[in-house]
């Protein structure tokens, strides 16, 4: 027997060796793809332009990636029937970033270098725009990113058309503020975005009266919630803040509901949670429980119910949309309008056109701020109904300025 | 007072979680020496199970119950399936099992993922099942309450079975002494398949009971694995006994930690624990000869 596993060892050692050496053989062709990269030119010679789609096709975030790259998709088959963008029809170029980091860097590169783009769209979680954030900045090509965020970013060479902190966390504060819900609860999986929404929110509680009672964080992907719920539940807190992802949210309010709480008795406010997420946590746990987004599939208008026949006319009835698969959508727009103002595909050029660029997006008008590089927006704090939507209770009434960094915010000094 | 009568309750229904999800891996792995990394994707088949059932059926309740029975009979012939199929052929061979079983339980994922799609699915508990009791100033959440009643009828059933059926005692022959088995006419063959039916079906109808308290989608069967095979090692290989203490004691033990620190901490405590046990104790609580790995 141990003669057995020691000749297998050595196989494993063997096939492991093997491996490294063709992971560092991998290195090294980046490596000097990189180099190569530097003076990459985007291609603009012909009838067609390519533009970059990096999503998660793979892996864990596909759920919410895929979505998000089918808007982009739709944008792109709109602006192409419509003549294109400065008679140029759009190529899009997809890369699969399998949700993993470093893969998303070796990605870019490719579109960048590859297949000479002029814009890339796409990325969810803010690893994967770390990542990818010196692949951009080195080659001076231009990247949108559609999520709402933890903010403290500005990048040259980003576009954000998702919600920075201050179109989305101190909207939702100023919400329950308002409603007199001051002892909060805050509950998030254990990584960086979390971990920064709360001291956010900490931070603008003891500015404004309000109280933090606790702050319980759980690895992610962990199922097991009783202890936090019953932590929650003998606080004495007015309401819950929920910074959760993924498979978590699910468990935690099965765990809610069983403990007998209620969004009457106890409601919770979610970031991460959009009509997609409800579909998959189950309607009877979140009826009545509260979100913070800037679009919803309810907003209403004419661009909306557009977006939406044509979102599900495209890839099914039952399709819900959601905030971020509309910011992706309107981050291809924007791109067209700032490229039409420039006139030309240069990014230095697009860049310099792109403040005041204004778009009549699902969720109603919005602007792009140049200095930031992100876009005006409107927080919107809606609750989730029995057919699993989500409907508008509150909105800030327009779009509010992008401050990534809070510079606007007295109590944010400290941050 | 509450508080403390409120965290043991926590404690024992998280013991019943993993005492439920260990079960089946006591016989397969336990029992057998089986490393089977697929036996997670046998409590996703069952969760899925419930899922299926609900549809036409409609009514919470009685899905939830039907589901049962049924996941038992899917999952136990997908195990069945798996041992006739591979792992018979690797008995000699653990670590083959473990890559191939591996290799099966991520093919199994795949499977989940073209079928009903990458995101997770629901289901609708039955309204007595999501509510919670009050018992002197103690809230018992009814799910909790269903899990840990099921749990302990499954330990009941099982021991039964091994203790007094001749089946029992054919599983126990073999695990002790397989050529001796052989020569006193037990098919020891159709006794392995057996018992992993069996074991593969209690995984199944784990599923079943999680779908109360988490999540279903192709990725559920790894949330619960590693803690699977933490209660079986812990508890001695092969000693349903040793499981039921050491699913009670880690329940507990994460429970007190996570109140008293956060939940990252008491897991990595929790952790460091068993690891300084498996130094003192490397055999486990209770110890029984197995044919593979000892």
Not at chain 1, 49 to 58: K, M, P, T
Not at chain 1, 158 to 175: C, E, H, K, R
Not at chain 1, 342 to 354: I, L, M, P, R, T
Not at chain 2, 76 to 97: H, N
Request: with cysteine; glycine share 10%; aromatic share 8%.
């Amino acid at each position: 027997m141990s003669g057995l596993i020691t000749r297998r060892g050595l196989l494993a050692g063997i096939s492991a060796l093997g491996a490294g050496a063709a992971l560092s053989a991998c290195g090294a062709k980046t490596g000097s793809d990189t180099s190569k990269a530097a003076g990459a030119k985007a291609d603009t010679s012909g009838d067609t332009v390519r533009v970059g789609l990096l999503n998660s096709l793979s892996g864990t975030m596909a759920i919410s990636e895929v979505t998000v790259h089918n808007a982009l998709l739709l944008a792109v088959k709109e602006i192409n029937a419509a003549g294109g963008v400065l008679g140029k029809q759009l190529k899009p170029v997809s890369q699969d970033g399998a949700s993993d980091w470093p893969t998303f860097a070796e990605k870019a590169q490719a579109l960048i270098t590859d297949s000479k783009v002029v814009a890339t769209f796409g990325c969810w979680t803010s690893a994967s725009r770390k990542a990818v954030k010196p692949v951009f900045e080195r080659n001076k090509s231009l990247l949108f990113y559609p999520v709402q965020y933890e903010g403290l970013e500005q990048s040259p060479y980003i576009f954000y058309s998702g919600a920075t902190t201050n179109q989305q966390i101190v909207p939702a504060l100023d919400y329950l503020k308002k409603q007199g819900l001051t002892k909060l609860y805050l509950v998030g999986s254990d990584y960086v975005f979390p971990r920064t929404a709360n001291k956010i929110i900490k931070t603008y509680a003891k500015a404004n009266g309000m109280e933090v009672l606790g702050e319980d964080y759980a690895p992610l992907g962990s199922t097991e919630f009783a202890t936090i719920v019953n932590k929650v539940r003998s606080a004495g807190a007015d309401a819950v803040f929920n910074t959760l992802n993924g498979d978590s949210n699910v468990a935690f309010f099965k765990e809610y509901k069983s403990a007998g709480l209620t969004a009457k008795k106890l409601p919770v406010l979610s970031v991460s949670i959009a009509e997609e997420e409800v579909k998959s946590i189950g309607t009877q746990y979140l009826e009545g429980q509260l979100t913070a987004w800037n679009y919803y599939q309810t907003t209403p208008g004419a661009a909306n119910e557009k977006f939406v026949a044509a979102y599900q006319a495209a890839y099914g009835k039952d399709k819900p949309t959601s905030d971020p698969m509309e910011a992706a959508y309107i981050s291809v727009h924007l791109w067209k309008a700032m490229v039409e103002k420039a006139g030309s595909f240069d990014v230095e050029k697009v860049k310099a056109a792109s403040d005041g660029i204004e778009f009549d997006a699902p969720e109603g008008k919005v602007t792009v701020d140049g200095a930031t590089q992100h876009v005006h927006k409107t927080a919107r704090i809606g609750k989730v109904t029995a057919s699993g939507l989500i409907e508008e209770v509150w909105n800030s009434g327009g779009p509010i300025k992008p401050d990534p960094y809070l510079k606007g915010y007295d109590w944010a000094a400290d941050l | 007072m509450t508080v403390i009568l409120n965290q043991s309750f926590t404690g024992v229904s998280i013991g019943a979680v993993l005492l439920l999800i260990a079960l089946g891996l006591t016989l397969t792995f336990g029992q057998m020496g089986v490393i089977n990394m697929a036996h997670g994707e046998f409590i996703m088949a069952g969760a899925y199970t419930t899922y299926v059932l609900q549809k036409p059926i409609g009514d919470a309740g009685v899905s939830l119950l039907l589901a049962l029975p049924v996941a038992f009979l899917v999952a136990g012939s997908m195990g069945a399936l798996l041992e006739w199929l591979l792992i018979r052929r690797l008995y000699t061979r653990p670590l083959d099992t473990l890559l191939v079983t591996w290799g099966v339980s991520l093919m199994l994922q795949q499977l989940a993922r073209d079928i009903f799609g990458a995101p997770n699915v629901q289901t609708t508990a039955p309204g007595l099942l999501t509510g919670s009791v009050s018992v002197a100033g103690v809230n018992l959440a009814t799910s909790r309450l269903f899990i840990l009643g099921f749990a302990l009828l499954c330990v009941a059933g099982l021991a039964a079975i091994l203790r007094t059926t001749p089946l029992g005692r054919r599983i126990r022959a073999v695990v002790q002494n397989r050529d001796l088995a052989e020569v006193s006419g037990i098919a020891t063959g159709r006794v392995d398949r057996t018992t992993f039916f069996i074991g593969s079906g209690l995984a199944g109808m784990a599923g079943v009971a999680l779908t109360l308290i988490g999540p279903i989608g192709p990725t559920t069967g790894t949330n619960y694995i590693v803690d699977a095979f933490l209660v079986v090692v812990v508890g001695g290989i092969g000693r349903l006994r040793g499981a039921v203490i050491t699913a009670f004691v880690l329940g507990l033990l994460q429970s007190v930690l996570e109140y008293s620190t956060t939940v990252s901490v008491a897991k990595v405590v929790v952790l460091v624990g068993i690891v300084a046990f498996l130094q003192w104790r490397p055999q486990g609580l209770y110890t029984v000869r197995t044919r593979s790995l000892v």
